[in-house]
């Protein structure tokens, strides 16, 4: 296993941290015996970071299969939801219920989850980041950072606003610009901070249903690797990059990863095959029906569209052939629920014309956000989102309960 450092905490990770969003399922439910022999298979084997959230209803457990001494052999990195909080104090109940779901005193990586500008805001006015200078003190928490899902300005001012200890990003060769992109990556590493990656295969689609166009690319490299391999060494092959983070459901995508772990050392691919890597992302882009790279010059949209969001959602179900539902209940998660009450829909669009007017792409924007409107909304944006507040309300009382109950 290859381990890189921190600069500012002097902390060595291993570059694959097991992702834990998404784990083995049986008949609908965390199959918990599996799950506990993949993970556990992974840290013998040198991972020592495991991700998880409050929101993934898996903290109790990702602690339980932390127990055996298993708990000393990782760093444990959690998330606190902005959107599921709404006085200062729910702060503190909430970590304590975290603490205690995965018995333990301490989390090594504590972060404010999916940061967007409605989410930043809020979190200022919780004043989170004094909750964060108080867990420190009381050692409750070793490292504190945050995952983004913004764009790159938005990102540069969260990077300056606080002494973060490290970020989780989204990226991939695909979205090398998407969100915070290259350019947030290179500033926060030059503040020498830890730089996590999610979605290194764009949620399975870098690595599943492969479109023939680009599979033959993938057939003109003189080293043959497959698809989750050229996506991950692109990921390694940045320096400033600390830890990626892979959702690993399968035994066999385990050890792949594994493997490809200890040769993606920073700058180990060739010019020639940087190009290959380069040619797949433009063939992508090239059957992508939107033709959007992500640059976020059209934001913000001042009807308060997500309009890269929108789009790259748009271009996911139709170039790697998703489920149609699971696409739409994602939409309306990520453009509904995570935009605190602001929906970002598609259907928001009112032609005010500004975003073709800073498009460098010239894309037909206001057209094509009818398009995903027509296609990504319907029932289940109308009724996903109530639902899930009303989870949200009752998840919310329930940890309020949990915290008020005496321990020891």
Known sequence: MQ????????????????????????????????????????????????????????????????????????????????????????????IHVQLDNFNTSYIDYYMLHGLTEPTWKKSLKLDALSFLDRMKTEGKIKNAGFSFHGGKDLFKEIIDAYDWDFCLIQYNYLDEEYQAGREGLEYAAAKGMGIFIMEPFRGGNLTGKIPSEVQDIWDKAPVKRTPAEWALRWVLNHPGVTCVLSGMNEEEHIKENLRIAEEGLPHSLTGEELELVGEAR???????????????????????????????????????????????????????????????????????????????????????????????????????????RVWIVFDRFMIGRRANVPHG
């Not at 506990?36 to 109790?60: P, S």
């Not at 309306?332 to 605190?340: F, K, R, S, V």
């Not at 929906?343 to 792409?361: D, I, L, M, N, T």
Request: include cysteine.
């Open 3 to 94: 381990y890189r450092k921190i600069e500012k905490t002097g902390d060595e990770l291993s570059v694959l941290g097991f992702g834990a969003m998404r784990l083995p399922t049986r008949n609908g439910r965390t199959d918990e015996k599996r799950a506990t022999e993949q993970i556990r298979y992974a840290i013998d084997h040198g991972v020592n970071f495991i991700d998880t959230a409050l929101a993934y209803m898996n903290e109790q457990l990702v602690g339980r299969i932390l127990s055996d001494g298993y708990r000393e052999k990782v760093k444990i990195a959690t998330k606190i939801p902005a959107w599921k909080v709404d006085k200062p104090d729910e702060l503190e109940k909430t």
């Open 282 to 388: 433009d063939k992508y882009r090239e059957l992508m029906k939107t033709g959007c790279t992500g640059c976020q010059y059209c934001m913000p949209c001042p009807a308060g569209v997500d309009i890269p969001r929108c789009l790259q959602t748009y271009d996911s179900l139709h170039i790697f052939q998703e489920n149609k539902i699971r696409s739409q209940a994602e939409y309306a998660l990520g453009l509904g629920i995570l935009h605190e009450g602001q929906a970002a829909y598609a259907s928001k669009c009112v032609k005010c014309g500004k975003c073709e007017e800073r498009c460098p792409q010239e894309l037909p924007v206001m057209e094509l956000l009818d398009d995903v409107s027509g296609e990504m909304e319907g029932v289940i944006t109308k009724i996903a989102p109530a639902l899930i």
